[in-house]
Structures are given as structure tokens and as C-alpha cells.
């Protein structure tokens, strides 16, 4: 059974570093692109940022780029976001996903609050 | 960035009844489009990518169809558990959503 389970959220100030991680098991992660999906309160769905299978190829959204960093290490199956300078508009759910264009698996989201 | 204009926004309807949600996007994006479901409290799951193929495990009831900028989901015979939120997302380009639409039982 695919997992993926979300971890490292919670209240951060404006300004400050967080880390998310993201352990997959259930399917060989060395070879699938993953990606990060976040959702503020009671809003829609946002692409956040996406990592190739062998991490040679990151890709990220414009308000986020410069500020978070996607990684991977595929000996521990883990998916990784870094997040610095946070904004409150960053405030949101993040969700862990499975895929390259579209997502078929997604983790149960981890909430990153950001707030002086 | 393509934008994706999805209808209705919230939409009530009856067990049984026959479903048909919209998705439009600023540009042809080639059938390059999938549709998730969110149950309240829970993560997104996949119900149907490139347009109209079902994913695993999804009800046949659940159908899409669509080609160049204009796609729907349908929902056929309405159940209860069919209660959500569903989302469009184009992958033509770098991964765009639609606003989603909230589906209730009337």
C-alpha cells in the first residue's frame, strides 16, 4: 500500500525557516518525480513545487521560488521541503505527492501556520 | 500561467441524479487534465487523468470527457458518498487547479 506521511509543520514567524518531510513507503521511490501541494484555509489547491525521480530536476512556482527548496533522498525514501522567509500567504495545509504532471497518491498534509 | 475557470462553484443535487461539472482552461492544454475528488477533512485523490481515463479503484459512475480548452467530469446515479469537493488541474504546462466545486445532496 502507498504511504506518505507529512511531517515538520507547525507555527512559524514571518521571516523564519521550516522544513517539511515526507517518508515514503509502499512503492520504489527512486523512480517516481514527487511533488509538494499546498491548500490555505478553506481555499483551493496550489502546486507548489516538483522534484524529478533521480532529483537532477526541480521546478518550482514563481512566489516560491528563491525561497523553498525541494530535495529528495531516495536511500531513505524521504521527500524534503525547505521553506525560508516564510509569509503569512504561505500559511496553508501541504500535501506530499506522487507524480510529475498529474498526482496520484497524496499524503495526509501537514498544516504550516506562519505568525507573528 | 493557464488558468483554469471551473463551474459551477457549488452545486446541489439528489441521490440518483446525473452530474456534470465543467473545467475551461485559458489555452489548449491537449487533454493534459485530471480531476480529484476532497472529501471534507480529507487529502485530494485522483479520479480520472489525460481527460477521460479512469484511475485505479475510481467507480465507473465517474466519467470524463473533453479535448482542447473545454473538459467536464460527469457523475453518474448520485451517491451519498459522493459528497465533496472536486478539483481540475491541467498539466501542460506547470500544474494549475481549477477553484473547485462543492457538491452537495439537495
Known amino acids: 500500500e502507498v504511504q506518505l506521511v507529512e511531517s515538520g509543520g507547525g507555527l512559524v514567524q514571518p521571516g523564519r525557516s521550516m522544513k517539511l518531510s515526507c517518508a515514503a513507503s509502499?512503492?520504489?521511490?527512486?523512480?517516481?518525480?514527487m511533488a509538494w501541494v499546498r491548500q490555505a484555509p478553506t481555499k483551493g489547491l496550489e502546486w507548489v513545487a516538483t522534484?524529478?525521480?533521480?532529483?537532477?530536476?526541480?521546478y518550482y512556482r514563481d512566489s516560491v521560488k528563491g525561497r523553498f527548496t525541494i530535495s529528495r533522498d531516495n536511500a531513505k525514501s524521504t521527500l524534503y521541503l525547505q521553506m525560508n522567509s516564510l509569509r503569512s500567504e504561505d500559511t496553508a495545509t501541504y500535501y506530499c505527492?506522487?507524480?510529475?504532471?498529474?498526482?496520484?497518491?497524496w499524503g495526509q498534509g501537514v498544516m504550516v501556520t506562519v505568525s507573528s | 500561467d493557464i488558468q483554469m475557470t471551473q463551474s459551477p462553484a457549488s452545486l446541489s443535487a439528489s441521490l440518483g441524479e446525473t452530474v456534470t461539472i465543467e473545467c475551461r482552461a485559458s489555452?489548449?492544454?491537449?487533454?493534459?487534465l485530471a480531476w480529484y475528488q476532497q472529501k471534507p477533512g480529507n487529502s485530494p485523490q485522483l479520479l480520472i487523468y489525460?481527460?477521460?481515463s479512469l484511475a485505479d479503484g475510481v467507480p465507473s459512475r465517474f466519467s470524463g470527457s473533453g479535448s482542447g480548452t473545454q473538459y467536464s467530469l460527469k457523475i453518474n446515479s448520485l451517491q451519498s458518498e459522493d459528497v465533496a469537493s472536486y478539483f481540475c488541474?491541467?498539466?501542460?504546462?506547470?500544474?494549475?487547479f481549477g477553484a473547485g466545486t462543492k457538491l452537495e445532496l439537495k
Open positions: 505527492t506522487r507524480g510529475l504532471r498529474y498526482f496520484d497518491y
Open positions: 509502499g512503492f520504489t521511490f527512486s523512480n517516481y518525480g
Open positions: 522534484i524529478s525521480y533521480d532529483g537532477s530536476s526541480t
Open positions: 489555452e489548449d492544454i491537449y487533454s493534459n
Open positions: 489525460d481527460a477521460n
Open positions: 488541474q491541467q498539466y501542460n504546462n506547470y500544474p494549475t
